[in-house]
Antibody
Framework: QVQLVQSGAEMKKPGASVKVSCKTS????????MHWVRQAPGQGLEWMGW????????NYARKFQGRVTLTRDRSFRTAYWELSGLSSDDSAMYYC???????????WGQGTLVTVSS | ESVLTQSPGTLSLSPGERATLSCRAS???????LAWYQQKPGQAPRLLIY???SRATGIPDRFSGSGSGTDFTLTISRLEPEDFAVYYC?????????FGQGTKLEI
């Protein structure tokens, strides 16, 4: 069965960077786009960007351009998300989500909590 | 950039009742690329409906989606206790992928 398993919680200081992984199984990794979504405490969902693992093409939401980098390792069937210049506003839960055959987001990771505090 | 507005913000109902949630887009949604997700506390969102009216795998038939253009509806025919959660709509298939702000369905 399809599974997306994200790396564990992170605690970072302001100005630092963080890198989160999303390890996949149960399907052909390169065949499906991967999206990343942010959810601040008590808030709604905010799309950050996607990566096409087949050809390593990315697209970022305007708000995160210049600070977010999406990468992938096809041999490890894993997608990565890295955010630089962290501030307390970046404290949130971050999810990876697979884009399915009809462009819907059919499988999600369990989420990774990132806390930014001095 | 399309903005999705969900209403109501909070919906208070009882098990067995019918729930109707609305999602309105500021621009027409191409190909009815509109999805609904359910999120319970401490959990990742779960896909319920895609292409405005197609149920995702394993979703009970008490959940249904309808609408086109700019107005979409998620209906839960008879609420079960496990249905009380937050529901989000989302437009996809575009360069920007907005979500609505969510509707909290509470007992």
């Amino acid at each position: 069965q399809v599974q997306l398993v994200q790396s564990g919680a992170e605690m970072k200081k302001p100005g630092a960077s963080v890198k989160v992984s999303c390890k996949t199984s149960g399907y052909t990794f390169s065949d499906y786009y991967m999206h990343w979504v942010r959810q601040a405490p008590g808030q709604g969902l905010e799309w950050m960007g996607w990566i096409n693992p087949m050809i390593d093409v990315t697209n970022y939401a305007r708000k995160f351009q210049g600070r977010v980098t999406l990468t992938r390792d096809r041999s490890f069937r894993t997608a990565y998300w890295e955010l630089s210049g962290l501030s307390s506003d970046d404290s949130a839960m971050y999810y990876c989500a697979r884009e399915g055959t009809s462009q819907e987001w059919d499988y999600w990771g369990q989420g990774t909590l990132v806390t930014v505090s001095s | 950039e399309s903005v999705l507005t969900q209403s109501p913000g909070t919906l208070s109902l009882s098990p067995g009742e019918r729930a109707t949630l609305s999602c309105r887009a500021s621009q027409s949604v191409s190909n009815n690329f509109l999805a609904w997700y359910q999120q319970k506390p401490g959990q990742a969102p779960r896909l319920l409906i895609y292409d405005a009216s197609s149920r995702a795998t394993g979703i009970p038939d008490r959940f249904s989606g309808s609408g086109s253009g700019t107005d979409f509806t998620l209906t839960i025919s008879r609420l079960e206790p496990e249905d009380f959660a937050v529901y989000y709509c989302q437009q996809y298939g575009t360069s920007l992928l907005p979500f609505g702000q969510g509707t909290k369905l509470e007992i």
